[in-house]
């Protein structure tokens, strides 16, 4: 008769291996509840196929450790959890308390930013991955009058190395970021512009801070590429232009006409008195501007009367040569300013700012007294007897400097002391000599002499914008 139960005691350990029994030989039925202890069963002993129908939770006695697990842990909304720990996690924007201060963003968070107490930068998350975004709202409307800047933290916003600022009530800016070459780009329909900038060629370029500066000593050209929006540095440009003076006869050569004008408010270096404010040029793009800097005027043996100056150009902007100075009748004493005149003679026909302009670009010439000859008239003030009139001072080269002074007036050979040198005007002569010199691109008139009048100072021209911020 065959066997068909054998008790556990009959059977030594290890005698009976698996391949001694058929399979669906040993049921779970006829296995009694933890009969089988985990000890018994080596490892890699039961496959996957051998169990019908799975382990339910209830057979598992305790839990099994994350880490016998391929994957411990569950990613949602960029935020890792491990399985079986407790979180929050929001789906979509992170809103955040309203901001009053300057704050550094994170990653998928929106912030209500009010800035009733003032400006304030909100700053881009660092190192971003695609994908990252974050949205900032006007919270109480005066985004308008105290903006709300996105700095942007070491990355492009919009392919531009330049933050931005929201300058409307009641704008909701999302940036979400790209790539390293566009950066951070506003997706979302809200205004909120990325601030562009002006970009030229011509003369000597130099940079003064936040502006760029194009000196020109000779006649050339100013081209324009490209003009900022009103974010960047808008379409205006500050300028300063300088007339050649006037030559020296007996008197004094008047100083080169000089206009001046700064673009307020977004420039505010120091200019001159003549400068009004918020009198920048417009300028366009794709176009090219002729510059002419105007030569100073020579100067003459002192019955002759010296050279009137040449004109400076740029634009819509001309300033007219300075005067040269007497004797009288000379008729190239009118100019930007006039040159010194003989006794007697009216002050309309040595006058400055000839063609008139507002504000004026320049001062009348002084009139002779005795042996000394009439000063030339400069921006800042008009000539003496033998006293040149001053010129002005302004910082749009990026320092102050002082030009379009006149020049000192001549004298006979009587030993007094001349007055001194101004702003480019032509230097101290002695009594008889030939009068000094003008200084270049200044626009100073030649001093008067005796024997003859000093050569006058060339202008020059100097433009002026931001190209960054």
């Given at each position: 008769m065959p066997i068909s139960k054998i008790g556990s005691k009959g059977v030594k350990d290890a005698e009976i291996s698996a391949a001694d029994i058929a399979p669906g030989t040993i049921t779970s039925a006829k296995i009694a509840?933890?009969?089988?202890?985990?000890?018994?069963?080596?490892?890699?002993?039961?496959?996957?196929?051998?169990?019908?129908?799975g382990?339910?939770?209830?057979?598992?006695?305790?839990?099994?450790?994350?880490?016998?697990?391929?994957?411990?842990?569950?990613?949602?909304n960029g935020t890792a959890i491990a399985l079986g720990a407790s979180g929050t996690i929001v789906a979509g924007t992170d809103w955040q308390a309203v901001v009053t201060s300057n704050t550094t963003m994170v990653a998928s968070r929106g912030y209500f930013v009010n800035t009733t107490g003032?400006?304030?930068?909100?700053?881009?998350?660092?190192?971003?991955?695609?994908g990252d975004f974050v949205e900032v709202i006007d919270y109480a409307g005066t985004a308008g009058t105290n903006n709300i800047t996105i700095a942007?933290?070491?990355?492009?916003?919009?392919?531009?190395?330049?933050?931005?600022?929201?300058?409307?009530?009641?704008?909701?800016?999302?940036?979400?970021?790209?790539?390293?070459?566009?950066?951070?780009?506003?997706?979302?329909?809200?205004?909120?512009?990325?601030?562009?900038?002006?970009?030229?060629t011509g003369g000597t370029v130099t940079n003064s801070g936040n502006f760029r500066i194009h000196t020109f000593n000779s006649s050339s050209n100013f081209v324009v590429s490209d003009v900022g929006n009103s974010d960047g540095?808008?379409?205006?440009?500050?300028?300063?232009?300088?007339?050649?003076?006037?030559?020296?006869?007996?008197?004094?050569?008047?100083?080169?006409?000089?206009?001046?004008?700064?673009?307020?408010?977004?420039d505010t270096f120091s200019a001159s008195p003549l400068a009004a404010s918020d009198s920048g040029l417009t300028v366009a793009a794709s176009t090219t501007?002729?510059?002419?800097?105007?030569?100073?005027?020579?100067?003459?043996?002192?019955?002759?009367?010296?050279?009137?100056?040449?004109?400076?150009?740029?634009?819509t902007i001309t300033s007219t040569g300075g005067g040269g100075g007497g004797p009288a009748p000379n008729p190239r004493v009118l100019g930007g300013s006039g040159g010194g005149r003989e006794p007697g003679v009216p002050v309309s026909c040595q006058s400055g700012n000839h063609p008139p302009v507002s504000p004026p670009q320049g001062n009348p010439g002084g009139?002779?007294?005795?042996?000394?000859?009439?000063?030339?008239?400069?921006?800042?003030?008009?000539?003496?007897?033998?006293?040149?009139?001053?010129?002005?001072?302004?910082?749009?080269?990026?320092?102050?400097?002082?030009?379009?002074?006149?020049?000192?007036?001549?004298?006979?050979n009587n030993p007094g002391t001349p007055t001194a040198q101004v702003a480019g005007g032509g230097s101290i002569n002695g009594p008889g000599n030939t009068g000094g010199a003008g200084t270049a691109n200044t626009g100073g008139g030649g001093s008067g002499g005796w024997s003859n009048g000093g050569n006058a100072g060339s202008g020059i021209v100097i433009i002026r914008y931001k190209y960054q911020n």
């Open positions: 509840p933890g009969t089988i202890a985990s000890d018994r069963i080596a490892p890699g002993t039961i496959a996957s196929d051998r169990l019908a129908g382990i339910t939770n209830s057979q598992l006695a305790g839990s099994i450790a994350n880490a016998k697990l391929a994957n411990s842990s569950t990613t949602i003032g400006a304030i930068t909100m700053t881009l998350p660092a190192s971003p991955s695609a942007r933290n070491g990355s492009n916003i919009g392919g531009s190395a330049s933050d931005i600022a929201i300058k409307s009530n009641r704008i909701n800016n999302k940036f979400t970021y790209i790539d390293a070459t566009q950066g951070w780009i506003k997706t979302n329909d809200d205004t909120g512009t990325v601030p562009t900038y002006t970009a030229a540095s808008g379409v205006k440009v500050s300028y300063m232009v300088v007339a050649g003076g006037g030559g020296g006869g007996e008197g004094g050569g008047g100083a080169g006409g000089y206009r001046e004008g700064r673009d307020s408010p977004v501007y002729p510059i002419t800097v105007g030569a100073g005027g020579n100067g003459q043996q002192h019955t002759l009367g010296g050279l009137k100056g040449s004109n400076s150009v740029f634009s009139e002779q007294s005795g042996t000394r000859h009439g000063g030339g008239g400069g921006a800042g003030g008009a000539g003496g007897t033998n006293a040149a009139g001053a010129g002005v001072t302004t910082s749009i080269g990026g320092s102050a400097v002082a030009r379009a002074g006149g020049g000192i007036g001549g004298h006979s």
